[in-house]
Nanobody, 121 residues
């Protein structure tokens, strides 16, 4: 079994900051790309940012210059530092990872349970 556990969501005022964390645990041999998606009410889930195992990031245009994705491979953890938050960033944020399961050596796409980020005054 492999799972992702997110933390760090909450309520923040416009212009504020939050840091999301997502830790992978279980029967893990290796992890390839990790990323963050979000889904606002009434909208489809969209990619926010992703990072390769080598540390190369990509960002959605809407968050470039405001959000920073990073990872700690020793801890199997990915982070999303969110600055200059806007009301339109309000959404449930989901962690995603492509994990090679240790025993079967199958590649699995794993999702976290989601964490709510609300940007409001």
């Amino acid at each position: 079994q492999v799972q992702l556990v997110e933390s760090g969501g909450g309520l923040v005022q416009p212009g504020g900051s939050l840091r999301l964390s997502c830790a992978a645990s279980g029967s893990i041999f290796s992890i390839n790309a990790m990323g963050w998606y979000r889904q606002a009410p009434g909208k489809q889930r969209e990619l926010v940012a992703a990072i390769t195992s080598g540390g190369n990031p990509i960002y959605a245009d809407s968050v470039k210059g405001r959000f920073t994705i990073s990872r700690d491979n020793a801890k199997n953890t990915v982070y999303l530092q969110m600055n200059s938050l806007k009301p339109e960033d309000t959404a449930v944020y989901y962690c995603n990872a492509h994990i090679n399961e240790r025993i079967s050596r199958r590649w699995l796409e794993v999702w976290g349970q989601g964490t709510l980020v609300t940007v409001s005054s």
